[in-house]
């Protein structure tokens, strides 16, 4: 659940790992953490919310590992008192990590009731150790055999920097070196910013460990003959300038675009006047769906900046209420126009009712709306936070029926084949676009989910199935 994960080595400042760790605050708003050595062991600071908000002393740490939280299971975070119980970074013993993906198994494995796969990575890794000899690689080869789901870690042992990756690669994890210093992290735009070059990706059932002295040993944990890289990285969640497996996110969302134009063309609609995205993800493809088209680009839609993501917000009701304050139209560009409206993907329908709604208001003569992602007609169980079918307009809607709904005056959704296309790699996870689950637990939760419904209660993967 932790959707956002740093690691450092060779030695840097507190403050400048928090200014880091804001790189990752798109992946995770809901509160953030830092764990860093000192003399003494293992030193944490967490907050509520944004990054900025950590309380960090002014020194410096040869080793310091990060998160920033999107919840996904377990108990969200209401009060200071649930900062140490449900906020990575976790330390047991020797060990500290924190993680980024969805255990969904873990209840079948520790009756413990923890609210955060992140403590039980931890807790369960250094019991392993204690079995090992304190040897790490093979409590992961352990701990791989025990659990299912996605999880792309960073942590600390015994004074060594240390990153995994299941053997799927569900969430992106990346690192770069320099003489001096080491960077893993979610997101490619971290190591930029830190002054490291993106050596490589963390391949899916890789240990890494970092030593002191720079250099890095490869250990293969698990092997997996097919990879599951999720698509809703590039779709939405990763920064445009973040490369992932080679492709440059901005470029992935740029082609959508293009995919995006030949739909649209195949629905014979009247040309837009202008083509407007919703920001700040569609910016790439509504460009190229503009040119493709020869229709000129407008933003005439623009974000209150003081506003995180609606996505990741953490209810409904915090969703609707920030829908509502999140968008600054200019109201002159509207009066009349036929508009063609590009978001990334309609999930609950809920931003989607709202925009068209606010443009017929203003006076738009007809609204059109496209989504870069086809339509998630499944819940995910990988750590996005939709774990349940009522909470995808799609599950149980038609494209017709959608459109009715939020009024527009016509639905483009990319295809399936468009998406794939652009993101320019095979092996994706598209398991709440067809249902197709990669791990033998999450499709046990499928048909379980057949038999017996969908809960409008708790996530599926939290449920007991008799």
Known sequence: MMCGVLG?????????????????????????????????????????????????????SEIIIGSTRYPTCGKKVVSKDDLMTFVGPFSRESIALTHNGNITNMKRITNAGYECDS????DRLAELLSQNDGNL????R???????????????HNGVLFAYRDARGFKPLVFGRTESHTVV?????????AGATL?????????????????????SIAQGRTHSHCFFEYVYFAHPAATIENQLVYDTRFRLGRALAQRFRKMSLEMPDYVVPV???????SQALAEELGVPMREIILKNRYLGRTFIARSQEERDAMAKTKYIYLE????????????????????AKMIVADLKKRGASKVYFAATCPPQTHPCYYGIDIATDKELIASDTSIEGIAKYIQADALIYQEMVGLVNAIGIKDVCLACLDGEYPTRYARQIRENIEVSGSSSMGRDYERSFE
């Open 8 to 60: 450092l080595l060779g030695g840097h400042s507190i403050p400048f790992a928090k200014d880091l760790l804001l790189l990752l605050t798109h992946r995770g708003q809901d509160a953030s953490g830092l764990l860093w050595v000192d003399s003494d062991g293992y030193r944490s600071s967490k907050t509520m919310g944004h990054p900025a908000m950590i309380e960090v002393p002014n020194a410096r």
């Open 119 to 122: 403590e039980f990575i931890t």
């Open 279 to 285: 920001p700040d993800t569609s910016r790439p493809a």
């Open 142 to 156: 352990e701990l791989d055999k025990e659990i299912d789901g996605a999880y792309s870690l960073v942590g600390i």
């Open 185 to 193: 992290a979610s997101e490619s735009t971290v190591l930029d910013m």
């Open 199 to 219: 050596e490589r990706d963390v391949y899916p059932g890789e240990l890494l460990l970092f030593y002191p002295d720079m250099s890095m040993e490869s250990h």
């Open 332 to 351: 002159d560009k509207i009066r009349g126009k036929t508009i063609l409206v590009v978001d990334d993907s309609i999930v609950r329908g809920t931003t």
């Open 137 to 140: 690689t093979r409590a992961f």
